[in-house]
C-alpha cells in the first residue's frame, strides 16, 4: 500500500475505499444492481472481465441490470485489497484481487479501479477487469474470464 497508509488521513482513507470494495463483494454476491450502481461517478468508465467497454453509469446500469440478476447462480466472489496508489488525496489507483469461486474451481481476476472522492465518498471512476491467467489458483477453463488458451 502507499505510504500515506502511515498517517491517521491515509488509515482513514484506506479504512473508507475497503468499504467500498466490500460494497461491491456484497452487491455482486447478492445480486444488488442498485447497490453495485451507487459507487460509480455519472461519467465512469467499466470493463468487464470480459473486455466490454462501458461509457457512463446509464451503460454500466444497462449492462449490470441484464447480467447480475441471476449472473451469480452457483458463484460467489471475494475481493481482497492489494494496493492503493494515492494519485493526489482525492484520486486513488485501486488494486484488487478477485476470487470467484465456480463449480469448477476457482477463477481469478486483478480489477484496477480508479476511485475518485468526491463529497467525503469514493467512488468508481475509471475500472478495467482482467483475469489472472498464471494464478496457482485459476481454473483451468476460466468460466469467468474465457479460456487461458
Known amino acids: 500500500m502507499s505510504a500515506d497508509l502511515d498517517t491517521p488521513t491515509g488509515a482513514a482513507e484506506i ?3 475497503k468499504q467500498v470494495i466490500a460494497t461491491v463483494e456484497h452487491a455482486q454476491n447478492n ?3 442498485d447497490e453495485f450502481l451507487s459507487l460509480f461517478r455519472a461519467d465512469a468508465i467499466w470493463t468487464t472481465g470480459g473486455g466490454k467497454r462501458l461509457f457512463g453509469r446509464d451503460a454500466i446500469a ?3 441490470r441484464q447480467v447480475l440478476p441471476g449472473g451469480m447462480r452457483g458463484l460467489t466472489v471475494t475481493f481482497e485489497l492489494e494496493h492503493v496508489l494515492f494519485i493526489r488525496p482525492d484520486v486513488a489507483a485501486v488494486k ?3 476470487v470467484y ?3 469448477d474451481g476457482p477463477d481469478v481476476g486483478t480489477p ?3 476511485m475518485a472522492k468526491e463529497d467525503g465518498q469514493w467512488l468508481l471512476t475509471a ?3 482482467t483475469g489472472v491467467l498464471d494464478d496457482e489458483e485459476v481454473s483451468p ?3 469467468i474470464f474465457g479460456t487461458s488458451e
Open 112 to 114: 484496477l479501479w480508479v
Open 96 to 98: 484488487v484481487r478477485q
Open 101 to 103: 469461486q465456480t463449480p
Open 141 to 143: 477453463d476460466r468460466p
Open 127 to 129: 475500472c478495467q477487469n
Open 31 to 33: 445480486e444488488l444492481p
Open 15 to 17: 479504512d473508507t475505499i
Open 62 to 64: 444497462a449492462f449490470t
